[in-house]
């Protein structure tokens, strides 16, 4: 295990842009799979692999490039390592860039499902502000101690493990699931 993470530090400082976009898009997948299968309880017979596929290209294409986007303009806003600097971040992070990010994720989402857009904008309408609840409960203290413990090139992968689950969640089927019956 340690040789593991020995390689993944060389690549990391060989080609760190390119190692986050994995990071995250391997994330996701992860997290598509756990809600699958421990959420859902949908058994391996009944994974649906098409959505974990969709979801891995969420993680490749906008989750990893655009949190790594982030954290660096985070950076450059908010500089130092403080226990106060971490805490404006978290602040600046939760104020400006959580609430976009989520509304863009769900969106996309949406559009790879194959929703109409009047579908999409239905299933933003019933989703975004559970959501949105759902990140502030779980994010200010995981970004603290985030933006406090770790350094800038690992942050963003603590971000997509932590949310995943919750991304993954807030979609309509999920939320159907754990409704009661009528």
Same mark, same amino acid.
């Given at each position: 295990m340690a ?77 130092g390592g ?35 857009? @009047?579908?999409? *904008? &239905? ?7 559970? #959501?949105?609840? !759902? ?5 200010? +203290? ?14 963003? @992968?603590?971000? *997509? &493990? ?7 969640? #807030?979609?309509? !089927? ?5 409704? +009661?019956?009528?």
């Open positions: 040789s593991l993470w020995r390689s993944y530090q060389v690549l990391m400082g060989r080609h760190p842009w390119t190692v986050q976009i994995v990071t995250a898009g391997s994330l996701v997948g992860v997290g598509d799979i756990i809600a699958q299968q421990l959420i859902e309880r949908r058994g391996l017979a009944g994974h649906n692999v098409r959505r974990t596929a969709k979801m891995m290209s969420i993680g490749f294409f906008f989750v990893g490039p655009v949190i790594g986007s982030w954290y660096r303009v985070l950076d450059r806003l908010v500089a403080s226990k106060s600097a971490a805490f404006k971040k978290m602040t600046v992070d939760q104020l400006c860039f959580a609430p976009c990010f989520l509304g863009a994720f769900l969106a996309l989402s949406g559009v790879l499902n194959g929703l109409t857009v @009047e579908e999409n *904008v &239905a299933k933003m309408r019933r989703d975004y502000t559970d #959501a949105l609840i !759902s990140n502030y409960y779980l994010w200010p +203290p995981v970004q603290i101690a985030n933006f406090y413990f770790i350094p800038l090139h690992h942050s963003h @992968e603590i971000s *997509v &493990a932590a949310s995943a689950p919750l991304l993954l969640g #807030a979609t309509p !089927s999920r939320r159907q699931q754990r409704a +009661p019956p009528p």
